[in-house]
């Protein structure tokens, strides 16, 4: 038995015994910090999850907030990262469907997929590698089961070598009636399992996504990482339609970690009551499974239901139409939560203990240490080229052309932009969906980052018209035990919560993947945000200030339309670059940005003039500052004549910023008066070219600046085609 010595003596204590072979197994794996949060739920009370749009808040499957009378939606969120380095296609796909298997429990049907992704350098060859297993395992899956792949990010970083992250967020929908929960209803129900047989894949799943990566994790983990099948997780998710279509489920909850032992175990804890299973009807498709195998193999695409003992039979049918296996493997007791084999005993404990029983972590923590500024004196040239031909801040085309994301016809606007937007034409609503974090940020000032990261996701909304409604997060750190690491993550959780509470945006549920350390050393604490909000109107935009003004559009586009005065509106902090893309090229460092103090106004205001009819265009200033927003808004029709003050300005990555193209630059500075900083970069034309001026302000000695005066007026002037052919470098190198 691998539970520590102090877990071993608690649990002695409260059986009166020694645990039984599948006892301590099953303790090991709900006691592990993946299942049992035990060094981060003393910090997430920081979050603020309530607010009148919410019906289920955190700790069930997903979380559910409603969008309109009679129309609720599902917010998910799961890590796959411990498998997703030994088997990247595997642990990428059944992170996709154990996220999709989270939202039916909840009675919705899933709408919309988010992954952030997270590897090395791109230039090493195993960071591709593993980029190129898992975006194809989140692709088969997604595409095979009918569920678009809508928004997300990707993101490379040398201390992601030893273990990336995958990350992946998904939306559902429902109505009231088809709401369900996890809890356990009644004594005298039975237990139906219900999808794929059971076999020994994913065995210790839980535990080992609780543990350093090894040097040999790729070849001695590899059984503890799932096998998916998407096509019985599609017969699953209609199968589930049909349940609730015909009102047969009291309870559910998806096998995930600790397999039917985790999901079992946690109905009837929720519940307040107790179970008895018989491990033997479980159906398996292999042969001579022994009680630890059957209980804890994390084998996919399988359910647990509660259903009233004469709703059996119906079950039963519904699961033989979709080919799914069906056993009825228990009932829900008032007792303890028992399983037998064969007759034998090899579980009697108490099922709240088991599920919630495990001591929290106390934990030393130490902040990490504050950067002085040196910037590099850098040729701009150069620089431009440098970042907005980087990996982190180039095209992601690669990536998301691999994902059907027009399936279900509710792509307003897809990836590639700054949010998804979906029609839910049952409230007649534009839902907005943004996902994601950087490395970078929270690397350089953990706290701060993490703000920055949920302000960056909020703008992401507001640039398609859009307020935040409620989000969900995947906290990802290294080794908690290390002291500097621990203050790391503290500080990501305190910074999202901080700006999800100023923002408005309650944290309604989320995952924290720990201990994503290896021999490389731990990673960025990594604070994914996966944020919706909601906009009236979600047709497909249509470019053009007549469009604008008579109201047929959608959401604004990103891209130019070559008519409008560009403006950046938002405060740049200082310009301060700490944790640029530029340094990052360039060398040197800087303190993090500041960010703004009123940040919902700034989010609201921004999101009143993208839905204003005089808006051409709007996009995000984030990863690569001014430099790579402008590049990125540049097409074969439509280019800009742009002037920012210095080089400085042009690759600060302050979120709360975006650049607006617009007919009438006066009401946007009237609607932004007295809530941000407007300023004019230039005008939009019909060029197909960025020319860009860089200016130079007088530097002050006190600066402290590694940079030389320049010359005033520095120019560069890119095409359309020059630009794509920087920006391109993911299918340059992969394809």
């Not at 460092?589 to 921004?606: C, G």
């Not at 946007?668 to 407007?678: L, N, Q, T």
């Amino acid at each position: 038995m691998s539970l520590s010595e102090p877990d071993r003596e608690l649990v002695v204590t409260e059986l009166g015994r020694e645990p039984t072979a599948a006892e301590a197994v099953l303790f090991e794996n709900l006691w592990s910090e993946h299942c049992a949060y035990r060094s981060s739920r003393p910090l997430l009370s920081a979050f603020d999850s309530e607010g009148e749009q919410v019906v289920v808040g955190p700790g069930d499957d997903a979380a559910v907030v409603e969008v309109a009378d009679d129309v609720y939606i599902t917010m998910g969120i799961e890590s796959h990262n411990h498998p997703s380095f030994v088997d990247p296609y595997d642990g990428a796909a059944t992170g996709v469907g154990g996220i999709v298997r989270d939202t039916l429990s909840m009675g919705a049907y899933p709408i919309a997929l988010a992954d952030s992704l997270y590897f090395g350098d791109f230039d090493r060859e195993h960071s591709r590698y593993l980029l190129e297993g898992v975006v194809e395992g989140i692709s088969d899956y997604g595409n095979s089961i009918g569920v678009p792949t809508v928004a997300g990010s990707t993101a490379f970083h040398a201390d992601y070598e030893g273990n990336p992250l995958v990350n992946v967020a998904c939306v559902g929908l429902l109505s009231p009636d088809r709401l369900v929960t996890a809890d356990a209803k009644e004594p005298g129900n039975k237990l139906l399992l219900v999808g794929n047989a059971t076999g020994r894949d994913g065995l210790g799943g839980a535990s080992f996504a609780s543990e350093d990566l090894s040097e040999d994790a790729e070849t001695e983990d590899r059984p503890a990482v799932q096998v998916g099948d998407p096509y019985t997780e599609k017969l699953l998710v209609e199968a589930s339609e049909a349940l609730l279509d015909l009102d047969l489920v009291e309870a559910a909850r998806d096998l995930g970690a600790a397999g039917l032992g985790g999901a079992s175990s946690e109905m009837v804890a929720k519940g307040g009551l107790g179970a008895e299973i018989r491990l033997e009807a479980v159906h398996q498709r292999e042969p001579n499974m022994n009680a630890l195998e059957i209980l804890l193999a994390e084998s996919q695409e399988r359910m647990c239901y509660e259903v009233r003992p004469e709703n059996v039979y119906a079950v039963e049918q519904v699961a033989e139409k979709y080919d799914l296996g069906c056993s009825v493997i228990g009932e829900v007791t008032e007792g303890n939560y028992v399983c037998t084999f064969e007759g034998e005993t090899v579980v009697d404990v108490n099922a709240e203990f088991l599920g919630d029983g495990a001591p929290m972590n106390d934990l030393e923590s130490e902040a990490p240490p504050r950067p002085e500024r040196d910037l590099p004196d850098a040729d701009l040239g150069e620089a431009f080229e440098a970042v907005v031909g980087d990996p982190n801040t180039a095209s992601k085309r690669w990536v998301y052309r691999q994902y059907d994301h027009e399936v279900q016809v509710r792509t307003a606007t897809g990836p590639g932009d700054d949010a998804a937007v979906l029609a839910l034409r049952e409230a007649e609503t534009g839902l907005a969906v943004s996902s994601g974090a950087d490395p970078n940020w929270t690397a350089a000032a953990p706290y701060d980052g993490a703000r920055a990261v949920a302000l960056e996701n909020a703008t992401n909304l507001a640039a398609k018209g859009a307020t935040p409604l409620a989000a969900v997060d995947c906290l990802n750190g290294g080794n908690p035990e290390k002291p500097d690491v621990y203050g790391g993550f503290e500080g990501i959780v305190d910074g999202l919560a901080d700006m999800c509470a100023a923002l408005d945006a309650p944290v309604v549920g989320g995952n924290v993947s720990l201990y994503n350390d290896s021999p490389s050393g731990p990673i960025p604490p990594t604070p994914t945000l996966a944020m919706t909000g909601t906009k009236e109107g979600y047709d497909v935009s249509e470019q053009g200030s007549e469009a604008r003004r008579t109201k047929s559009y959608g959401a604004p586009p990103a891209a130019l339309s070559g008519e409008g005065t560009l403006l950046v509106v938002g405060d740049s902090g200082g310009t301060r670059l700490g944790g640029s893309e530029y340094l990052a090229q360039m060398g040197g460092s800087d303190r993090f940005p500041t960010l703004p103090e009123n940040p919902r106004e700034v989010v609201e205001t921004l999101a009143e003039v993208a839905d204003a009819p005089d808006t051409l265009a709007v996009h995000d200033v984030s990863h690569g500052g001014l430099a790579v927003a402008l590049a990125e808004m540049v097409s074969a029709d439509a280019g800009a004549t742009v002037e920012v003050e210095d080089i400085e300005a042009l690759f600060a990555e302050t979120p709360g910023r975006a650049v607006v193209e617009t007919t009438d630059p006066e009401a946007v500075r009237e609607a932004f008066a007295g809530v941000a900083p407007v300023a004019e970069l230039g005008t939009a034309d019909d060029s197909g070219a960025l020319d860009l001026t860089v200016g130079s302000a007088e530097r002050s000695s006190a600066d402290s600046r590694a940079a030389s005066p320049r010359d005033d007026g520095e120019e560069l002037t890119y095409d359309a085609a020059e630009i794509a052919a920087l920006r391109d470098v993911l299918a340059r190198e992969l394809d």
